[in-house]
């Protein structure tokens, strides 16, 4: 027997891979175009073929289009993300038995919690911890910024599609919120699609701030330029859209741009654009650290004999700072040297890892 053949791509072969130890598989480096001929070999090559992807069937469409026959949406659930648990249930309606709701992931109890957080020196970082000092209401959309909605930074009350972060801050605003609304974007979906929002709550004469998290890159989805980085999408050179000329060109007179790292400077500015009645544009201008592949600055360490204990800096939720039985320490492999621990610790235990 030629057993069991499976055809994925993405994250979905790591849980296939899981799940179907004994399968071969086939792992599409990129879904289009298709390597026709080499899904016909690989096909030949078994007795049972399977598509599993997310979402919609894409691949088992074509496979079954080329003439050859697969199953994938039979047993492969075709609504939100996959997981080990999900694939595991698959598993078993494929071998004929019935699926149960119970979750069976075998590695539940023996790893860590580790919950999805903005990464070691992110920039986006200090506009969060910013405005979770602040009583507003922060509506969001979509990109790596989401990752602000975790605790502990939790500051994200809605996230929608791209753009919404600046238009839904202006419907909130007119359906009669009585807290003041910030809106989040990123650089790259402000260009995308923040642009018509923003000319809408100057037009409709609302009082939002609107937050640009200016990290010069399409970061989530991997680094790809855009209208604002000064480089076309293949890498060549040309025109850098300036942000604040954009708001201003919309009619905004209130546009500033902050530097994330600078926590008091960055909650003073956007305590002042609170303040203000008309709308603002603030552009948080930093860029991502994994793309520019450097730390921000030095790395930094916790004094043992200073540290009270507080866990104050553990608010920032940067996954290099560890608390372990009330002992606070800074992994030294994943700090980036963003320094707003350092900021905010109220005991001056966290120092440069140079002065030390
Ligand atoms: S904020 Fe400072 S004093 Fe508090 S736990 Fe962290 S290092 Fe220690
Ligand atoms: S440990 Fe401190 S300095 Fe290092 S990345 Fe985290 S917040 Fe920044």
Excluded at 94 to 115: H, N, Q
Excluded at 263 to 273: C, F, M, S, T
Excluded at 279 to 287: D, E, F, K, M, Q
Aim: with cysteine; aromatic share 6%; glycine share 10%.
């Amino acid at each position: 027997s030629k057993g069991l053949g499976i055809i994925t791509s993405s994250i979905a072969y790591q849980y296939a891979r899981e799940v179907w130890p004994e399968a071969s598989v086939l792992k599409l480096g990129f879904s289009y175009p298709f390597p026709d001929a080499l899904i016909r070999e690989f096909a030949q090559g078994v007795d049972r073929l399977l598509v599993v992807e997310e979402l919609d069937p894409f691949i088992e469409e074509h496979v079954k289009a080329l003439g050859i026959s697969c199953q994938g949406r039979d047993f492969v659930p075709g609504i939100m993300e996959l997981s080990v648990d999900r694939l595991l249930q698959s598993r078993r309606l494929m071998d004929g038995g019935e699926a149960t709701r119970k979750e069976e992931d075998p590695y539940r109890e023996l790893l860590p919690p580790r919950p999805p957080v903005l990464c070691p020196g992110c920039p986006h970082r200090g506009v969060f911890y910013a405005l979770s000092r602040e009583d507003v209401v922060v509506t969001g959309d979509i990109g790596c910024y989401s990752l602000g909605a975790f605790p502990p930074l939790d500051r994200m009350d809605s996230i929608l599609c791209m753009g919404a972060g600046v238009s839904m801050a202006h419907g909130m605003e007119k359906a009669g919120e009585k807290r003041k609304v910030v809106g989040v974007v990123g650089d790259s979906t402000f260009f995308h699609s923040g642009i018509t929002g923003l000319l809408d709550i100057v037009y409709n004469k609302g009082h939002s701030t609107i937050i640009v998290l200016d990290n010069r890159t399409t970061a989530m989805t991997g680094h790809q330029d855009h209208p604002g980085t000064g480089r076309t999408i293949s890498g060549e050179p040309t025109v850098a859209v300036s942000i604040e000329d954009i708001g201003r060109a919309c009619g905004i007179n209130r546009v500033r741009s902050i530097d994330p790292y600078q926590l008091d400077d960055a909650r003073e500015a956007i305590k002042e654009e609170l303040a203000a009645l008309e709308p603002s544009l603030i552009v948080s201008r930093a860029p991502c650290p994994l793309r520019e592949r450097r730390r921000v600055g030095a790395m930094r360490t916790i004094l043992a004999e200073e540290c009270r204990a507080c866990e104050l800096c553990l608010s920032l939720g940067c996954p290099a700072i560890e608390g372990v039985d009330g002992v606070m320490k800074i992994n030294q492999t994943l700090c980036a040297g963003c320094g707003l621990c350092e900021q905010i610790c109220p005991a001056r235990a966290i120092v440069s890892r140079e002065g030390v």
